[in-house]
């Protein structure tokens, strides 16, 4: 982790939090997208996920940003919910996207993050 604060992503992420519309039944049972960038998301679930599974993700961005999402990930990490309420927090990696997808996401992150800045 780098000391001067700067992010090291390649990709910006939008922290609005997104419904998922279903995760093909899956381990975890995804509940809600945390954040989400063209890269992947950080969501919540209601049981551990094993690194390195693949999971299957569908989801619904706003208008006018694209219709529904379809991809694939694996999972990156899995750690228990600060709340402590028997949630986990888990980071999936896009292993498979298609470049409209990626560019929708791509699109709502930019126009989330652009919207945040002057609301502030």
Known sequence: MRSDGEDRRRYPRSRRGI?????DSGPGVLNH????SANGI???TIKPVPL?????????LPKPFGNR??????????V???QGDDHFKVAILFTKLDDEA???????????L????QDA
Request: hydrophobic fraction near 40%.
């Open 19 to 23: 419904s998922v519309m279903t995760d």
């Open 33 to 36: 997208i945390d954040n989400i």
């Open 42 to 44: 950080l969501c919540h």
């Open 52 to 60: 390195m599974t693949r999971i299957g993700i569908a989801l619904e």
């Open 69 to 78: 999402i379809d991809g694939e990930g694996v999972v990156v990490r899995c």
């Open 80 to 82: 228990p919910d600060e």
């Open 102 to 112: 990626h560019d929708a996401i791509h699109r709502f992150v930019e126009h989330d």
């Open 114 to 117: 652009e919207q945040s800045a």
